[in-house]
């Protein structure tokens, strides 16, 4: 690791060193956890000052033009990470901090699909792993807001180069990075179908809630009367839409027993203003060549495509019988007794999303050992950012850890 890896006073600020990277297509700020004060009212503190956000109560319209976010969920998220050692193997520990544009609430619920494919690229960076011989890189990870451990896989030619993907959503190529989500059932709720039934009325909609990877309920377009096809910003441009969207992750998150981080369950306030869980998607039969369409919600905005958490939940959903997916799914291989890949492509606003869920069917009941997607992942930039009006408590802490 660099040696002047570490924050600094210069000019009259406190600086931290930072890597402000894309995985996927979310982006937002690596941290490396030793740097960091224990005291998270503190470390709450230091990320809004680094993303820009309100330090207290809630600012409608804001901008983020003092930080590094940049408005909607996708590009207002923070990795704090460290290293463990596992049969002595180095694994890296992810924590995520979700921060919204316009309120000071700091969300530690829940994983980042795409953000987690830039941490493998982030510990090559820093010198704390190398490639293999033969130019593999692979490291797992485990999440300490989900609990799930995902293994990264990187390669490198023979120029040191990495091997290149195109993804939707992302303009060009740039290195590719495959994940791998290992026991991702009920990483959130205990169980695959959190309600114990495969639909759920929901203020007389018919609704699945599917926990794979991330809490999500999902919704046939066509009962909200939308095709599942329309732009995204129609559908966040919709009030009425909207307001029937909110009342049923809602609803539904209630009927899920969604808990905070501090195990606490949910209450019906707290999952109409959440940032993160339950996502909520409306699926429709596909037009391009795909087995499903989408058009999701991290849940307060509509993404651009697709996330990779959500893509890996509804294709699982796609192969469990009588789901509201699985009604619109076309052409999707049916799991046997023994378990194989099941290749799931997923039409969203960007282009395909491509899974695969490595799945088997007992007596309708699907069981899941593992789901893999592709990313590509970038370096934005590294380096240290001044906290202006930070408190001296947090000027204080931030120095102290480098004693």
Same mark, same amino acid.
Request: aromatic letters at 4%.
């Given at each position: 690791m660099e040696s002047g890896w570490h924050s600094r006073r210069r000019l009259g600020a406190v600086e931290v060193p930072v890597h402000y990277m894309r995985g996927g297509t979310s982006t937002g700020v690596v941290l490396w956890e030793p740097l960091l004060p224990a005291d998270m009212a503190l470390r709450e503190q230091l990320l809004r000052h680094l993303m820009g956000v309100p330090s207290s109560g809630s600012q409608p319209g804001n901008r983020q033009i003092t930080g590094l976010g940049r408005g909607p969920a996708t590009s207002n998220k923070v990795f704090v990470m460290n290293t463990e050692r596992v049969d002595g193997q180095l694994r890296l520990v992810s924590t995520l901090a979700q921060l919204a544009s316009d309120h000071a609430e700091v969300d530690w619920s829940v994983n980042c699909g795409n953000m987690s494919s830039a941490l493998l690229l982030w510990a090559l960076d820093m010198g704390l792993l190398e490639a293999a011989a033969d130019g593999v890189c692979e490291v797992d990870i485990r999440n300490t807001n989900t609990g799930v451990i995902t293994t990264a896989r990187m390669q490198r030619d023979a120029?040191?180069?990495?091997?290149?993907? *195109?993804?939707?959503? &992302?303009?060009?190529?740039?290195?590719?990075?495959?994940?791998?989500?290992?026991?991702?059932?009920?990483?959130?709720?205990?169980?695959?179908?959190?309600?114990?039934?495969?639909?759920?009325? &929901?203020?007389?909609?018919?609704?699945?809630?599917?926990? &794979?990877?991330?809490?999500?309920?999902?919704?046939e377009a066509r009962s909200l009367g939308k095709t599942g096809h329309e732009p995204v910003a129609a559908l966040a441009a919709d009030a009425a839409f909207m307001a029937t969207?909110?009342?049923?992750?809602?609803? %539904?998150?209630?009927?899920m027993g969604l808990r905070r981080k501090d195990g606490v369950l949910?209450?019906?306030?707290?999952?109409?203003?959440?940032?993160?869980?339950?996502?909520?998607?409306?699926? %429709?039969?596909? *037009?391009?060549?795909?087995h499903i369409a989408v058009r999701y919600f991290t849940p307060q905005t509509g993404h651009a495509s697709m996330a &990779?958490?959500?893509?890996?939940?509804? %294709?699982? #959903?796609?192969?469990?019988?009588?789901?509201?997916?699985?009604?619109?799914?076309?052409?999707i291989a049916v799991?046997? #007794?023994?378990f194989a890949d099941i290749h799931v492509s997923i039409e969203n606003p960007a282009g395909r999303l491509d899974t695969t869920v490595v799945a088997a069917l007992d007596d309708r009941h699907l069981q899941i050992r593992s789901a893999a997607y592709r990313r590509s992942t970038q370096i934005l930039m590294r380096g240290h950012v001044p906290l202006y009006g930070a408190s001296g408590e947090l000027q204080e802490a931030l120095l102290a850890s480098q004693r």
């Open positions: 120029q040191e180069g990495f091997l290149l993907a *195109r993804i939707p959503g &992302v303009m060009g190529d740039y290195p590719a990075v495959d994940l791998f989500l290992h026991a991702p059932v009920g990483n959130k709720t205990g169980a695959l179908l959190p309600t114990g039934a495969v639909v759920d009325n &929901v203020a007389g909609i018919d609704v699945s809630c599917v926990d &794979v990877a991330v809490p999500m309920v999902i919704v969207l909110r009342t049923l992750w809602t609803q %539904a998150g209630l009927k949910m209450t019906e306030d707290e999952l109409a203003r959440s940032e993160t869980i339950p996502k909520i998607c409306i699926v %429709a039969a596909p *037009r391009e060549g795909g &990779v958490s959500g893509g890996c939940c509804l %294709a699982a #959903a796609c192969l469990i019988p009588g789901t509201t997916a699985h009604r619109v799914a076309t052409d799991p046997g #007794a023994a």
